[in-house]
């Protein structure tokens, strides 16, 4: 098992950058993949990117070239450099892991940015 602790959200102008990060309470070198995701209100939950032991990533086409999500494996932890921000990236934004068939997901931290 893992918990998941999400820092780094609040408010911010639109053009600006923002740095989430993801804390987890063991060692995550083993943990297959790890990721963000995000829900704005009365939207679903979505995949807004998500990365590999072996430091593969996967981004969403609305965040590509926005956004770098990077892993720690040392330090337990991830994070999400955020650059470009829109109104549209407002949500509260979940750390995710999973592995061997497990899912685990933070709190959740919220993301707003403002025209």
């Known amino acids: 098992q893992v918990q998941l602790v999400e820092s780094g959200g609040g408010l911010v102008q639109a053009g600006r950058s923002l740095t989430l990060s993801c804390a987890a309470s063991?060692?995550?070198?083993?943990?297959?993949?790890m990721g963000w995701y995000r829900q704005a209100p009365g939207k679903q939950r979505e995949l807004v990117a998500e990365?590999?032991?072996?430091?593969?990533?996967n981004y969403a086409d609305s965040v590509k070239g926005r956004f770098t999500l990077s892993r720690d494996n040392v330090k337990n932890t991830m994070s999400l450099q955020m650059n470009s921000l829109k109104p549209e990236d407002t949500a509260v934004y979940y750390c995710?892991?999973?592995?061997?068939?497990?899912?685990?997901w933070g709190q959740g931290t919220q993301v707003t940015v403002s025209s």
């Open positions: 063991r060692s995550i070198f083993s943990i297959r993949t």
């Open positions: 990365i590999t032991t072996g430091g593969v990533t």
């Open positions: 995710r892991a999973s592995t061997l068939g497990y899912v685990y």
